[in-house]
């Protein structure tokens, strides 16, 4: 038996994912990815696709970071009791 199969039934009937289904999500990861997303066709590795996953939330989250910034500055340079000012803060909420 091999070693995966005796760790599995040892998990006391806890439900595990298979390969194929690893493999069906890092095939919906990769649809997800703009760098991955027209290599559709090539067969990218799992591990390549998981750090180009990581890359891609990483940028948006410096993209959203810089937003913010760019919303904070504008709000700051508005009337505060301005509709506009109004609209900015609940886009910064």
Known sequence: M???????RQSGGVSR???DQIGDLVSK???LIPELR???????S????LQETC????????????L????????ASTDTNSAQAAIIRS???
Request: aromatic residues 2%; positive net charge; glycine residues 0%.
């Open 46 to 49: 799992a591990s390549k696709v």
């Open 38 to 44: 027209s290599r559709s066709s090539d067969k990218v």
């Open 55 to 66: 890359n891609y939330i990483k940028n948006l989250h410096r993209e959203v970071d810089d």
């Open 17 to 19: 994912i298979t390969e």
């Open 2 to 8: 091999s070693s995966r199969r005796s760790r599995s």
């Open 29 to 31: 990861l990769q649809q």
């Open 91 to 93: 886009l910064l909420m």
């Open 68 to 75: 913010s910034d760019r919303l904070s500055e504008l709000l």
